[in-house]
């Protein structure tokens, strides 16, 4: 009851804010409503649809044409601003082109029919063409004749879960190359079968399933299908295949001319450095019982193994509601908050509502290890705001998601165009009703109104006013003559509290600074509102959120649990030395959770059923599963490289501080481990540590250069020439190493020091800390900044502490206060590391202007649900951590950015418990 006087009254309340402040806009002249007139496009396939709803979108004097399916195909010939899809309506598919082409004008939809691109079909009167208790097929496999048994690919005869037989192959190392069951279609092909039926079964590690089509003209054609860990059915047209770039013609593929199929493993789609396995049963081909000669749009998103095959892309694909989630239970739509679309009464029960999905997904991604660039430029390009404007209820109020929203591209193809997407089934849009209202109102949203396309925070270059925040906001003037109006900002309680007057050309976008000046001492960092508000004659805009590091944390921690369950071992992702920041992060969440019951009462809605053991459990788990796969010379796997058992000196580094900085608070039993296998570590480490004799040898054998410098430590283990990329048919030693190995792994001693309270690794940290300093080595990256900040913090030298304060202040500073934007993308979001060592550098050494306006905007930006590049954000666009644009999002939406952020909300509580910073 709480909860729903709580949402009447600000609903109310942001009601007669709205009312006010329409009153105080001037007055739109005759001339400029005349001149902006725009038309609306209105198909409907069910005939009684159109006439109701053409009345009521031309209320207004807006003008409405109603198309006939032959007039879709040329839609993007059509003079009109607003496409608008009626219920029960299916969009015919020969028109999907050019109404990319409309939407990329740019042009907006309103999509009233869930099931408008949906073009699944059933297979009809199927004949088997692959039977693997016969010999109808064939293997295509790498050669592995003078492999050991051990070492080969296996194939075993297995039943499905329907009891039919099927193959089972699996390989040692996916490495080795591709894998394909080979199916002939000669015997079965002809131009009414285009329906291929199979069942099958991927593991952790193959996911993706390769399916090829070679034609009698020797073309191949391309489809992917998502595998699970257990059987599934698929149902695929041969219309979904599409061919490579090389083929200029653009018919789609002649089901009549097909020579054979092939299933399989392609492992450029895959983390290749794995075993990896799947299972296939009987293979079927049949007619279409609908659209027989139709692309499906679960094209959409299959784009970067497309590229990777060398494959078109069917960029026309439009499908806002693929993938989408169907409520099964009768539920009710409110009013979103924060939205200003509809802010009257709604409260109606629906049977057939559908979840408006997140994000596309992005994680069909290629690159092996993660990109510098490759995730931001994906989320850059596929930007959009999303403004939710009716939200999914359940039986005790809990939102369960949106059934009705506005998206509004920023960037890419469609940038500029609008979607007004309505889930819910068997709604009543007539003029007189509220959903009819709502309707209207999205549709005048989207063709009459100056919006918010996104903010963007920032700060001036570290030597140019760093101190001052700004706000780069991005406007958008759809209509065909010049706005004026004013912006403005409020955040922390009105502590920021700034505007300005604007202008936007007609048809046009426009970026705007605020500046929102110094940050003060009593800025609310860890919990605050903020609202963006446009004002102009042609009504209000609002972008509006609260930011809560407790939430984002929670939110960030459960992304982190969600994604142990894609991974055999229950790591995070492939990359160990990142694993780990999320392990202490969890850890000390669980533990703030637990020991602070208001805040765990407070963040029940974001909780659900996670409670806090479980983020202490992830981390006990995960720093257990590592500390048993520890080589007995002390190194440890990476997560990555581990099948040519590659060892980095720095990343164990990482790995071994972060053990030994939760040992302090494990059980016994475990903490012992965890501090034997940092122990270990660095008896390894000490093996590589160019000594002046050693330095001496290096450079008689390769020259003197940086990587034989005697006071730094050496790679590690390799299978290559580092500075040749000479390949070794063996592991070997690198002895040489640059600086940076040196700053990545001093950390670690710094620990041991003090939990250890021995000369030995006293002396090692001291030997250490004085040639990093000595050797003026830079503080500019991530790993050294904070290796050096943990020297700072355990010595006791108060010459060097002064030291490398110094050297925080004039190498580190200006890496992460500085005017660049979104730099927490960097290196494969491992950027936003940085702001590790600034959370420390705030709480321990020195608070000012300049680094609580470098906080503030990553905070702002990381933990604003509302924006597209946020945490949360990004996080529902991946749903594994396995390779490419996936293992960047699980540092960002993860372990790099969730560490920091809990030492902003508990200072010192990703240090050593018990022992303070002097």
């Excluded at 299908?225 to 041969?238: I, Q």
């Excluded at 500085?818 to 321990?844: E, I, M, V």
Aim: proline share 5%.
């Amino acid at each position: 009851m709480y909860l729903k006087n709580f949402f009447k009254a600000r609903i109310s309340a942001y009601f007669f804010v709205l009312i006010a402040a329409a009153a105080s806009l001037p007055a739109i002249s005759n001339e400029a409503a005349a001149k902006d007139e725009k038309t609306i496009a209105l198909y409907c396939s069910q005939a009684k649809d159109s006439k109701p709803l053409a009345d009521l979108l031309a209320q207004d004097g807006t003008d409405v044409k109603i198309l006939e399916p032959a007039e879709l195909e040329e839609i993007d010939k059509i003079d009109a601003s607003l496409l608008v899809i009626g219920p029960e309506t299916v969009f015919p598919p020969q028109a999907r082109i050019a109404l990319d082409k409309y939407l990329s004008g740019p042009n907006s939809l309103v999509l009233l029919s869930p099931g408008a691109f949906d073009y699944s079909r059933k297979s009809v009167q199927p004949v088997q063409i692959a039977d693997f208790a016969k010999k109808t097929w064939s293997l295509i496999k790498p050669d592995d004749s003078e492999l050991k048994d051990i070492d080969k690919i296996q194939q075993l005869n297995i039943k499905t879960c329907g009891n039919e037989d099927a193959v089972w192959l699996i390989t040692p190392d996916l490495a080795m190359g591709d894998i394909f069951v080979d199916i002939p279609l000669s015997r079965y092909h002809n131009r009414h079968r285009t329906v291929l039926n199979f069942q099958a079964r991927g593991d952790y590690e193959v996911d993706i399933l390769t399916l090829k089509i070679i034609d009698n003209n020797g073309d191949e054609w391309y489809r992917f299908v998502e595998l699970g860990r257990d059987w599934r059915d698929y149902t695929v047209s041969v219309f979904d295949f599409m061919p490579q770039k090389s083929r200029k013609a653009a018919a789609p593929l002649d089901p009549s001319n097909l020579k054979s199929l092939q299933i399989g493993l392609d492992v450029s789609n895959l983390w290749r450095d794995k075993p990896g396995s799947f299972a296939l049963g009987p293979v079927y081909l049949g007619r279409a019982s609908r659209f027989e000669n139709v692309a499906s749009s679960d094209l959409r998103k299959w784009k970067i193994p497309l590229e990777q095959a060398s494959a078109q892309y069917p960029q026309w694909v439009v499908s806002p509601f693929l993938d989408a989630v169907k409520f099964d239970d009768a539920a009710r739509v409110e009013p979103a908050l924060g939205q200003n679309i509809y802010n009257g009464q709604c409260d109606f029960s629906y049977t057939g509502l559908h979840e408006i999905p997140p994000y596309l997904r992005n994680d069909k991604s290629t690159t092996s290890l993660g990109t510098d660039k490759g995730l931001y430029e994906t989320l850059h390009n596929s930007n959009i705001r999303r403004i939710p404007i009716l939200n999914a209820v359940d039986n005790n109020g809990r939102i369960m998601g949106p059934a009705a929203e506005i998206r509004v591209h920023i960037e890419g193809p469609r940038k500029r165009a609008g979607f007004g997407l309505f889930g819910i089934e068997g709604a009543d849009y007539s003029a007189d009703s509220v959903m009819g209202k709502i309707l209207k109102q999205t549709c005048d949203f989207l063709l009459y109104k100056p919006k918010i396309r996104k903010i963007t925070l920032f700060t001036s270059e570290f030597d140019q006013d760093p101190e001052n925040l700004l706000c780069q906001v991005s406007l958008d003037n759809p209509l065909n003559s010049q706005v004026k109006g004013s912006l403005s900002l409020i955040a922390g309680g009105n502590q920021i509290n700034v505007s300005r007057e604007i202008e936007i050309g007609p048809d046009q976008t426009q970026e705007c600074v605020l500046e929102l000046g110094e940050i003060g001492r009593d800025f609310p960092l860890l919990d605050f509102d903020w609202k963006v508000t446009v004002k102009t004659d042609r009504g209000v805009d609002i972008l509006e959120d609260r930011v809560s590091i407790e939430k984002s944390l929670i939110k960030v921690g459960k992304n982190m649990l969600d994604l142990r369950t894609t991974h055999r071992d229950k790591r995070i992702s492939n990359h160990f030395f990142i694993d780990l920041y999320g392990a202490r992060a969890m850890l000390q969440l669980g533990k703030y959770l637990q020991q602070n019951k208001d805040a765990l009462q407070r963040n029940q809605d974001v909780l659900g059923d996670t409670r806090p053991q479980d983020f202490i459990r992830a981390a006990e788990e995960l720093s257990d599963m590592i500390c048993s796969v520890q080589d007995p010379d002390g190194s440890i796997p990476l997560g990555y490289s581990e099948m040519r058992k590659i060892r980095w000196v720095a990343d164990n580094g990482s790995v071994a501080l972060g053990l030994a900085q939760m040992a302090l608070e494990f059980e016994p039993e475990l903490a012992e481990r965890c501090m034997r296998a940092a122990k270990n570590y660095v008896d390894w480490r000490h093996t590589f540590y160019i000594s002046p004799e050693k330095s001496k040898m290096l450079q008689e054998k390769f020259g003197k250069d940086k990587w034989t410098r005697p006071g730094n430590y050496g790679f590690g283990y390799m299978t290559s020439n580092w500075d040749t990329k000479e390949q070794w048919h063996e592991r070997k030693r690198e002895e040489r190493g640059p600086d940076y190995v040196l700053g990545i792994c001093i950390g670690v001693m710094g620990a041991l020091d003090v939990l250890e309270d021995c000369p030995y690794y006293h002396d090692i940290a001291v030997r250490d800390t004085k040639h990093f300093i000595d050797g003026d080595y830079s503080t500019a990256s991530y790993f050294q900044a904070e290796g050096i900040f943990w020297m700072y913090y355990t010595l006791k030298d108060q010459g060097l502490k002064d030291a490398i304060k110094e050297r925080l202040e004039t190498s580190f500073l200006p890496s992460v206060i500085n005017g660049k934007k979104y730099q927490w993308f960097s290196h494969g979001s491992r950027g936003s590391l940085l702001w590790l060592t600034l959370a420390y550098y705030y709480n321990f050494m020195d608070d000012t202007p300049a680094v609580r306006a470098s906080l503030l905007k990553a905070i702002w930006e990381h933990c604003s649900d509302s924006l597209g590049m946020s945490m949360d954000s990004v996080a529902q666009r991946f749903s594994h951590s396995s390779h490419g644009n996936s293992v960047s999002a699980s540092k960002y939406a993860g372990s790099c950015s969730s560490i920091w952020l809990m030492e902003m909300l508990e200072p010192g509580s990703t240090l050593l418990e018990g022992f303070p910073v002097e």
